[in-house]
């Protein structure tokens, strides 16, 4: 039997909830590009709970005990004295959220002796190395396509909310003012604007469609170029690479996975080629945006605005720069995490584990790892050089 170790995110500070502002889920049979959503074979829990924190437990405990497995679940992951750290050495599986990420180090791999697989609950396999996975034959797999539309609509929020100057709007009314010259001095409309996304993947193309309506001008840059039919339907302008996109955008989101060609892109001397009073969105992996590139840009008044929702490490420690600099719009790692997203990657991780332990082969799609070398979503997506 399997012992399974779970890291989660804490429970709300006035506990587990014991109700929800809607009464169930919107039904969804397929994502936009055909594939259908996780279809385990059973679910444990009811759609639209609060799946992702330590008490939700994926809905995975009385599956997973029902086989005679153990589950381990727990938000202590830093350190070696954490939960995790200690319950590591004989785990068999180890599954973890990107938005509190169990970071499966090479040291930590290797002393993981019963290690075969590592899911991740929900999309983004970075917090895993790669490299030192192939390298001990671990099992690398994600829940592709569970939460890439929820990511694309926190990324139009953030758009709108930097340019419509929202929060320092709002923040205005709850601190009982009627400021309107305060409010409006920074905002602008978003028609007419150059809008850039660097990666055109299930992301950013949702994206890019999203922002259609606006009538913008839209750009991307991908490493694979998008078929003709669709860069007509959306009046898109291909760029080779992001240096040669970003001087023509007022907008720029970061839909990119990080890996050795993305880390570090967004430094000083890219975004000194940006447009003077540019927005800059990073809802993918922090270590694409260098942190003190971007404090200076803001301080500066080269870049206008700033959000994103990904920070490095993960929880962001109280001191963390992007939480005091300027005009920004950052959120804790929630833009996957929303409820709906819950109920897609908890049954995916099911699924997964489904397959894993019946001897079945995991869908291609959900596969980053197998084998010793990169495999299905991961040969396309992801670089160990």
């Known amino acids: 039997m399997a012992k399974v170790l779970c890291v989660l995110y804490n429970d709300p500070v006035d506990g587990y909830p014991t109700g929800y502002a809607r009464d169930g889920l919107p039904h969804l049979d397929r994502y936009p590009d055909g594939q259908t959503l996780p279809s385990p074979q059973a679910v444990d829990f009811t759609p639209g709970a609060l799946l992702g924190s330590v008490s939700g437990e994926l809905g995975l405990r009385r599956f997973l005990e029902s086989r ?8 202590d992951k830093d350190g070696p004295g954490s939960v995790f750290e200690r319950e590591l050495a004989d785990a068999d599986v180890v599954i973890s959220q990107p938005f509190w990420p169990a970071y499966l180090t090479p040291e930590r791999i290797a002393k993981a002796r019963n290690l075969k697989l590592a899911v991740t609950a929900g999309i983004g396999s970075d917090h895993v190395d790669l490299a030192a996975a192939i390298e001990a034959g671990v099992t690398v797999a994600e829940v592709t396509y569970c939460n890439s539309i929820s990511v694309a609509e926190h990324v139009v929020m953030m758009i709108l909310g930097l340019v419509r100057n929202y929060l320092p709007s709002h923040q205005i009314v709850r601190d009982g003012g009627w400021h309107i010259a305060d409010a409006v001095a920074r905002s602008y409309d ?45 009046g898109l302008t291909f760029h080779p ?32 080629t940006m447009r003077r009073g540019a927005y800059l969105i990073n809802t993918a992996r922090a270590r694409i945006a260098d942190e003190q590139a971007v404090v200076r840009a803001l301080e500066s008044g080269h870049l ?82």
Not at 68 to 75: A, K, Q, R
Not at 200 to 211: D, K, N, P, S, T
Not at 255 to 270: D, K, S, W
Not at 349 to 357: H, K, P
């Open 241 to 272: 690479d992001a240096a040669t996109m970003v001087p023509h955008c007022d907008v720029v989101t970061i839909n990119a996975p990080l890996h050795p060609e993305t880390e570090g892109l967004f430094g000083e001397q890219l975004i000194a």
């Open 304 to 385: 206008a605005g700033y959000a994103g929702d990904v920070w490095y490490p993960q929880p962001a420690p109280a001191d963390h720069p992007w939480r005091s600099m300027p005009h920004h719009g950052m959120t804790p790692h929630i833009s996957g995490s929303s409820l709906s997203a819950q109920t897609r990657y908890a049954a995916g991780t099911r699924e997964i584990l489904e397959n894993f332990f019946d001897g079945s082969p995991i869908r291609e799609e959900y596969l980053i790892v197998e084998g010793g070398k990169l495999a299905g979503t991961g040969a396309r997506s992801y670089s160990t050089r």
């Open 190 to 234: 978003l028609e007419g604007m150059h809008v850039g996304t660097v990666a055109a993947g299930r992301i950013g193309l949702a994206v890019l469609r999203r922002l259609k309506p606006f009538d913008v001008h839209l750009h991307y840059t991908d490493r694979h170029r998008l078929p003709a039919e669709l860069e007509r339907e959306l």
């Open 68 to 75: 005679g497995h153990t589950l381990v679940v727990t938000s």
